[in-house]
Protein backbone atom coordinates (compact mmCIF):
# COMPACT_ATOMS: atom_id res chain seq x y z
CA UNK A 1 0.00 0.00 0.00
CA UNK A 2 1.35 3.51 -0.81
CA UNK A 3 1.60 6.56 0.94
CA UNK A 4 -1.51 8.43 -0.39
CA UNK A 5 -3.29 5.12 -0.49
CA UNK A 6 -2.56 5.41 3.33
CA UNK A 7 -3.40 8.47 3.77
CA UNK A 8 -6.67 8.84 1.41
CA UNK A 9 -8.22 5.37 3.67
CA UNK A 10 -7.69 7.94 6.71
CA UNK A 11 -9.17 10.64 4.56
CA UNK A 12 -12.27 8.34 3.85
CA UNK A 13 -13.21 6.85 6.89
CA UNK A 14 -12.55 6.37 10.39
CA UNK A 15 -13.12 9.79 11.55
CA UNK A 16 -14.63 10.82 14.64
CA UNK A 17 -17.76 12.11 15.06
CA UNK A 18 -16.82 15.40 15.94
CA UNK A 19 -18.34 17.62 13.35
CA UNK A 20 -14.94 19.55 13.06
CA UNK A 21 -12.87 16.29 12.63
CA UNK A 22 -15.05 15.31 9.18
CA UNK A 23 -12.93 14.72 6.25
CA UNK A 24 -12.70 17.52 3.40
CA UNK A 25 -14.73 16.61 0.23
CA UNK A 26 -12.13 15.74 -2.36
CA UNK A 27 -12.62 19.46 -4.53
CA UNK A 28 -10.93 20.48 -1.42
CA UNK A 29 -8.23 18.27 -1.03
CA UNK A 30 -6.56 16.86 1.20
CA UNK A 31 -8.30 16.77 5.15
CA UNK A 32 -6.43 18.34 8.04
CA UNK A 33 -5.66 15.15 9.68
CA UNK A 34 -3.71 13.72 6.64
CA UNK A 35 -2.08 16.92 6.66
CA UNK A 36 -1.45 16.99 10.17
CA UNK A 37 0.06 12.92 9.83
CA UNK A 38 2.18 14.14 6.60
CA UNK A 39 3.73 17.18 8.38
CA UNK A 40 4.40 14.94 11.36
CA UNK A 41 6.34 13.00 9.26
CA UNK A 42 7.91 15.57 7.46
CA UNK A 43 9.00 17.24 10.52
CA UNK A 44 10.87 14.21 11.52
CA UNK A 45 12.69 14.02 8.31
CA UNK A 46 13.69 16.91 8.08
CA UNK A 47 15.21 16.63 11.24
CA UNK A 48 16.60 13.11 9.67
CA UNK A 49 18.10 15.37 6.55
CA UNK A 50 19.03 18.29 8.92
CA UNK A 51 21.33 15.85 10.63
CA UNK A 52 22.59 13.97 8.01
CA UNK A 53 24.20 17.45 6.34
CA UNK A 54 25.87 18.55 9.50
CA UNK A 55 29.45 17.85 10.48
CA UNK A 56 29.89 15.19 13.09
CA UNK A 57 30.89 17.49 15.44
CA UNK A 58 27.91 19.42 15.12
CA UNK A 59 25.34 18.77 17.66
CA UNK A 60 21.85 17.44 16.49
CA UNK A 61 19.60 20.45 18.22
CA UNK A 62 16.96 20.54 20.67
CA UNK A 63 14.29 17.80 19.45
CA UNK A 64 11.33 19.77 18.91
CA UNK A 65 13.40 22.70 17.51
CA UNK A 66 12.66 24.89 14.96
CA UNK A 67 12.74 22.63 11.56
CA UNK A 68 12.11 25.33 9.19
CA UNK A 69 15.53 26.91 9.71
CA UNK A 70 18.37 26.65 7.71
CA UNK A 71 15.78 25.81 4.62
CA UNK A 72 15.23 28.23 1.94
CA UNK A 73 12.69 30.71 3.20
CA UNK A 74 12.25 29.11 6.42
CA UNK A 75 12.79 31.30 9.11
CA UNK A 76 9.76 30.77 11.50
CA UNK A 77 8.34 27.71 13.44
CA UNK A 78 4.93 28.15 11.71
CA UNK A 79 6.81 25.66 9.32
CA UNK A 80 6.41 29.09 6.16
CA UNK A 81 9.08 28.76 3.35
CA UNK A 82 11.20 25.72 3.20
CA UNK A 83 8.94 23.44 5.04
CA UNK A 84 5.67 24.92 3.99
CA UNK A 85 6.50 24.74 0.47
CA UNK A 86 7.22 21.17 0.59
CA UNK A 87 4.06 20.44 2.55
CA UNK A 88 1.38 22.15 -0.13
CA UNK A 89 2.91 20.49 -2.74
CA UNK A 90 2.28 16.83 -0.58
CA UNK A 91 5.24 16.40 -0.24
CA UNK A 92 6.33 16.41 -3.59
CA UNK A 93 9.67 18.37 -3.28
CA UNK A 94 10.97 16.32 -0.01
CA UNK A 95 9.38 12.89 -1.76
CA UNK A 96 10.40 12.99 -5.18
CA UNK A 97 13.28 11.04 -6.72
CA UNK A 98 15.72 8.96 -5.53
CA UNK A 99 15.27 10.34 -1.80
CA UNK A 100 12.38 9.51 -1.31
CA UNK A 101 12.81 6.33 0.60
CA UNK A 102 15.53 8.11 2.59
CA UNK A 103 12.86 10.90 3.80
CA UNK A 104 9.97 8.16 4.37
CA UNK A 105 12.20 6.26 6.28
CA UNK A 106 14.37 8.76 7.92
CA UNK A 107 11.12 10.45 8.79
CA UNK A 108 9.16 7.64 10.50
CA UNK A 109 12.13 6.49 12.23
CA UNK A 110 12.96 9.78 13.92
CA UNK A 111 9.33 10.09 15.16
CA UNK A 112 9.57 6.43 16.68
CA UNK A 113 12.61 7.75 18.73
CA UNK A 114 11.09 10.56 19.56
CA UNK A 115 7.88 8.78 21.06
CA UNK A 116 10.11 6.56 22.71
CA UNK A 117 12.62 9.58 24.51
CA UNK A 118 8.67 10.55 25.37
CA UNK A 119 8.53 7.61 27.37
CA UNK A 120 5.76 5.55 24.23
CA UNK A 121 8.40 3.36 23.37
CA UNK A 122 6.00 0.61 24.03
CA UNK A 123 2.95 1.92 22.38
CA UNK A 124 4.99 2.79 19.76
CA UNK A 125 6.69 -0.62 19.32
CA UNK A 126 2.99 -1.98 19.09
CA UNK A 127 1.81 -0.17 15.79
CA UNK A 128 5.29 -1.27 14.37
CA UNK A 129 4.91 -4.77 15.26
CA UNK A 130 2.60 -7.32 13.70
CA UNK A 131 0.25 -7.56 17.26
CA UNK A 132 -2.59 -5.34 17.73
CA UNK A 133 -1.75 -1.51 18.37
CA UNK A 134 -1.83 0.13 21.71
CA UNK A 135 -3.84 3.32 22.47
CA UNK A 136 -2.34 6.46 23.01
CA UNK A 137 -3.92 9.23 24.85
CA UNK A 138 -3.59 12.86 23.85
CA UNK A 139 -1.48 13.78 26.87
CA UNK A 140 0.52 11.34 26.48
CA UNK A 141 0.96 12.29 22.59
CA UNK A 142 1.75 15.75 23.30
CA UNK A 143 4.45 15.44 26.38
CA UNK A 144 6.22 12.81 23.56
CA UNK A 145 5.76 15.46 20.74
CA UNK A 146 6.68 18.24 22.52
CA UNK A 147 4.52 22.30 22.14
CA UNK A 148 7.37 22.94 19.35
CA UNK A 149 6.30 20.30 17.22
CA UNK A 150 2.41 20.68 18.20
CA UNK A 151 2.87 24.46 17.13
CA UNK A 152 4.05 23.83 13.81
CA UNK A 153 1.53 21.19 13.16
CA UNK A 154 -1.33 23.57 14.18
CA UNK A 155 0.11 26.31 12.02
CA UNK A 156 0.36 23.96 8.81
CA UNK A 157 -3.21 22.84 9.41
CA UNK A 158 -4.84 25.18 10.74
CA UNK A 159 -6.33 22.96 13.38
CA UNK A 160 -6.39 23.97 17.28
CA UNK A 161 -4.43 21.72 19.52
CA UNK A 162 -6.90 20.05 20.78
CA UNK A 163 -8.35 19.23 17.51
CA UNK A 164 -4.93 18.28 16.28
CA UNK A 165 -3.85 15.76 19.68
CA UNK A 166 -7.97 13.90 19.09
CA UNK A 167 -7.39 13.16 15.71
CA UNK A 168 -3.48 12.52 16.19
CA UNK A 169 -4.03 9.88 18.79
CA UNK A 170 -6.92 8.04 17.31
CA UNK A 171 -4.99 7.81 13.42
CA UNK A 172 -1.33 7.91 14.16
CA UNK A 173 -1.56 4.13 15.40
CA UNK A 174 -3.13 3.30 12.68
CA UNK A 175 -1.04 5.33 10.13
CA UNK A 176 2.53 3.81 11.86
CA UNK A 177 1.05 0.21 11.68
CA UNK A 178 0.27 1.07 7.51
CA UNK A 179 3.53 1.98 7.42
CA UNK A 180 5.34 -0.66 8.54
CA UNK A 181 3.32 -3.71 6.97
CA UNK A 182 5.86 -6.58 8.00
CA UNK A 183 6.14 -5.30 11.96
CA UNK A 184 9.33 -3.37 10.86
CA UNK A 185 10.25 -0.27 9.16
CA UNK A 186 10.58 -0.32 5.49
CA UNK A 187 14.12 -0.22 4.25
CA UNK A 188 15.04 3.09 2.16
CA UNK A 189 13.81 0.99 -1.21
CA UNK A 190 10.70 -0.11 0.09
CA UNK A 191 9.90 3.12 1.34
CA UNK A 192 10.59 4.87 -1.89
CA UNK A 193 8.11 2.30 -3.49
CA UNK A 194 5.50 3.93 -1.47
CA UNK A 195 5.79 7.42 -2.19
Known sequence: M????ILNSIQAGGVSNDPRAR??????????????????LAIYAMK??????????????????????????????NLGGGLGDLLRGTLGGVLGGAAAGTVLNGGL???????????????????????????ISQRDLANALG???LDQLSGQTGMD??????????????????????????????ASRMV
Not at 2 to 5: S, T, V
Open 2 to 5: GLLD
Open 23 to 40: TAPASQGMSPTAKALLAL
Open 48 to 77: NLRRADAPPTQPAGPAGGNVSAGLPGGQGG
Open 109 to 135: DNLLKQLQQGGQGDVARSWVGTGPNKA
Open 147 to 149: TDT
Open 161 to 190: RGDLLSELSQHLPRFVDQLTPDGRLPTEEE
